[in-house]
């Protein structure tokens, strides 16, 4: 979902984090400034959906695994330039269980999928809130 204010875009995402046994899933993707990162699947919010759906659907698309949703993570809002405009982003993020592997078949956007483990996640991601939202999972998990 995006919305336009003068000067600036506000956009509205959802994602998962899957865990399965002190692993968790990661995708592999080229970002805007045409880096490969390591990352958490998300996307945007569809017309007619919440974001519980839009998240679900996302890592299905992203990663062929279709999942349950365990509880709500941390929101995160960043910042970034796109096309010379600012566009301030929320991301409602879920904690998720995978059930079934129906095929990994990634979108043109990601070009792998891996499963990590837990404590070796911290070594591949970059991006500041992927790295908070691993740090949630890693305390909860110990718990």
Same mark, same amino acid.
Request: glycine share 6%.
């Given at each position: 979902m995006v919305k336009k204010k003068k000067g600036m875009n506000f956009e509205?995402? @959802?994602g998962g984090v899957l865990y399965d046994q002190s692993k968790i899933l990661l995708i592999e993707v080229e970002n805007?400034?045409?880096? %490969?990162? +390591?990352?958490? #699947? $998300?996307?945007h919010i569809e017309t007619g959906e919440d974001a519980r759906m839009a998240a679900l659907r996302e890592v299905e698309e =992203?990663?062929?695994?279709?999942?349950? !949703? !365990?509880? =709500?993570?941390?929101?995160v809002s960043y910042h970034f330039m796109r096309g010379g405009i600012l566009v301030r982003k929320t991301v409602r993020w879920f904690?998720?269980?995978?059930?079934?592997? $129906? =095929? !990994?078949?990634?979108?043109?956007? %990601?070009?792998?999928?891996? +499963?990590s483990d837990l404590?070796? @996640?911290?070594?591949?991601? !970059?991006? #500041?809130?992927?790295?908070?939202?691993?740090? %949630? %999972?890693?305390? =909860?998990?110990? @718990?």
């Amino acid at each position: 979902m995006v919305k336009k204010k003068k000067g600036m875009n506000f956009e509205y995402s @959802a994602g998962g984090v899957l865990y399965d046994q002190s692993k968790i899933l990661l995708i592999e993707v080229e970002n805007l400034q045409g880096k %490969v990162v +390591w990352t958490f #699947p $998300k996307g945007h919010i569809e017309t007619g959906e919440d974001a519980r759906m839009a998240a679900l659907r996302e890592v299905e698309e =992203e990663t062929g695994y279709v999942s349950e !949703i !365990i509880r =709500e993570l941390p929101r995160v809002s960043y910042h970034f330039m796109r096309g010379g405009i600012l566009v301030r982003k929320t991301v409602r993020w879920f904690l998720m269980r995978p059930k079934d592997l $129906k =095929e !990994i078949k990634t979108k043109d956007e %990601v070009r792998r999928v891996n +499963w990590s483990d837990l404590s070796k @996640a911290e070594d591949k991601l !970059i991006y #500041p809130s992927d790295l908070h939202l691993l740090r %949630v %999972v890693r305390r =909860e998990m110990r @718990a």
